[in-house]
């Protein structure tokens, strides 16, 4: 007989069997790990709560006397910025010290504490030293996401994966994602309204990521689950605090509202679809330096397939003069015998401010 079948019954014995079978650390609790990190972060609440707009946020405490890091949003933009902390403390006078737009991220200032006063905190630079998380690891996801908690009200806590490690390209309605570097893609739905600015840790709650915003993947057109390596964050952090961080001019200042420049001339743009070839190269350009050549089909950029010119061009125009891209092209050569064959050319493109116009000459 079944002890297991005799003891319990057989739906409790298949239960039993289930949780004999697991891992020692998925049976554990992570009540302990939660109190600990939840004292390190905090519930924002501000401007917002119309048009889909979330007038509430999460953010973690990056040091003992009330700096805050936390996503850049609309929520941000308001004089009644209120701060709670985890035992029910709840700051009205928050300053929002400075905002990166390249970064998506801003740092905020819990002002006028008690004398004395000292709160729990995550340690950035210290934690920026530890190794990127590899995909499969375990992480812990914790955010006021849907404003599940007030005052002292515990965050939200999620158990999941990462995923992969990639560079993001999203979008959320019209708006592009500001950053565009490498973040977590996570196997759990964490970027929901008010989760941006919540964190992702190992299981023993140690510091890996920033939640970012919610964003809906151009590639797939699915919602995509992300936080920043914290690593990408530490000299924002260090630098804000001491306030010598100067946030980065977006393309449309540096360039005067124009695009970075590549040197590529692509074919006159016909049809609804017209496909990215490349009609000449500008002499001493990007382009040029790059070894794109004409009759050349661009088919990817930094990984993320270009079916038509507009779809380049607005992938391009996502990026700062001075970034370095990488382009998959299909190009045509002719071998020995003079036949015709594809392949796929892998190219380093730099991109360049727009050159001066230049000035016609003065009428004698």
Same mark, same amino acid.
């Given at each position: 007989m079944n002890p297991l079948r005799s003891r319990y019954g057989p739906v409790a014995a298949l239960a039993a069997l289930v949780l004999w079978g697991l891992?020692?650390?998925?049976?554990?609790?992570?009540?302990?790990?939660?109190?600990?990190?939840?004292?390190?972060?905090?519930?924002?609440f501000g401007a917002g709560g119309f048009q889909g707009l979330a007038a509430y946020g999460t953010g973690v405490l990056v040091s003992k006397?009330?700096?805050?890091?936390?996503?850049?949003?609309?929520?941000?933009?308001?004089?009644?910025?209120?701060?709670?902390?985890?035992?029910g403390r709840r700051y009205e006078q928050v300053k929002v010290v400075v905002v990166e737009p390249a970064l998506d991220v801003a740092l905020l200032k819990i002002e006028k504490l008690e004398k004395g006063e000292e709160l729990p905190y995550y340690d950035i630079a210290k934690a920026a030293k530890a190794p990127l998380a590899q995909n499969g690891d375990w992480i812990l996801a914790f955010s006021n996401q849907f404003e599940i908690a007030t005052r002292d009200e515990p965050l939200s806590v999620q158990r999941g994966v990462i995923a992969a490690y990639a560079k993001l390209q999203g979008r959320k309605g019209v708006f592009q994602a500001p950053y565009t570097g490498d973040v977590y893609v996570i196997d759990a739905i964490t970027n929901n309204p008010g989760?941006?600015?919540?964190?992702?840790?190992?299981?023993?709650?140690?510091?890996?990521?920033?939640?970012?915003?919610?964003?809906?993947?151009?590639?797939?057109?699915?919602?995509?689950n992300y936080a920043v390596p914290i690593q990408a964050l530490a000299d924002?952090?260090?630098?804000?605090?001491?306030?010598?961080?100067?946030?980065?001019?977006?393309?449309?200042?540096?360039?005067?509202? +124009?695009?970075?420049?590549?040197?590529?001339? %692509?074919?006159?743009?016909?049809?609804?679809? *017209? =496909? #990215?070839?490349?009609?000449?190269?500008?002499?001493g350009s990007p382009a040029s330096k790059a070894g794109l050549r004409p009759d050349d089909l661009i088919v990817y950029v930094e990984g993320q397939q270009v079916a038509s010119i507009k779809a380049f061009r607005d992938l391009i125009n996502q990026y700062l003069p001075g970034t370095t891209l990488t382009l998959e092209v299909r190009r045509v050569d002719k071998d020995g015998n003079d036949q015709a064959?594809? +392949?796929?050319?892998?190219?380093?493109?730099? %991109?360049?401010?727009?050159?001066?116009?230049? *000035? =016609? #000459?003065?009428?004698?």
């Amino acid at each position: 007989m079944n002890p297991l079948r005799s003891r319990y019954g057989p739906v409790a014995a298949l239960a039993a069997l289930v949780l004999w079978g697991l891992p020692a650390q998925a049976k554990d609790s992570f009540a302990g790990v939660a109190d600990r990190v939840n004292k390190k972060c905090v519930k924002l609440f501000g401007a917002g709560g119309f048009q889909g707009l979330a007038a509430y946020g999460t953010g973690v405490l990056v040091s003992k006397d009330g700096y805050v890091l936390t996503v850049a949003s609309q929520m941000l933009d308001t004089q009644n910025l209120r701060v709670h902390l985890s035992d029910g403390r709840r700051y009205e006078q928050v300053k929002v010290v400075v905002v990166e737009p390249a970064l998506d991220v801003a740092l905020l200032k819990i002002e006028k504490l008690e004398k004395g006063e000292e709160l729990p905190y995550y340690d950035i630079a210290k934690a920026a030293k530890a190794p990127l998380a590899q995909n499969g690891d375990w992480i812990l996801a914790f955010s006021n996401q849907f404003e599940i908690a007030t005052r002292d009200e515990p965050l939200s806590v999620q158990r999941g994966v990462i995923a992969a490690y990639a560079k993001l390209q999203g979008r959320k309605g019209v708006f592009q994602a500001p950053y565009t570097g490498d973040v977590y893609v996570i196997d759990a739905i964490t970027n929901n309204p008010g989760a941006g600015g919540g964190v992702i840790t190992t299981r023993k709650g140690e510091l890996v990521g920033l939640i970012g915003k919610e964003l809906r993947n151009t590639l797939t057109d699915t919602w995509i689950n992300y936080a920043v390596p914290i690593q990408a964050l530490a000299d924002f952090v260090d630098k804000a605090r001491q306030g010598k961080y100067t946030p980065k001019e977006r393309p449309d200042k540096l360039a005067g509202g +124009k695009a970075p420049y590549t040197g590529i001339v %692509l074919v006159p743009n016909v049809v609804e679809r *017209t =496909p #990215p070839f490349v009609e000449e190269i500008v002499p001493g350009s990007p382009a040029s330096k790059a070894g794109l050549r004409p009759d050349d089909l661009i088919v990817y950029v930094e990984g993320q397939q270009v079916a038509s010119i507009k779809a380049f061009r607005d992938l391009i125009n996502q990026y700062l003069p001075g970034t370095t891209l990488t382009l998959e092209v299909r190009r045509v050569d002719k071998d020995g015998n003079d036949q015709a064959s594809d +392949k796929l050319v892998s190219l380093k493109l730099t %991109l360049a401010e727009p050159p001066a116009p230049k *000035t =016609p #000459p003065k009428r004698k």
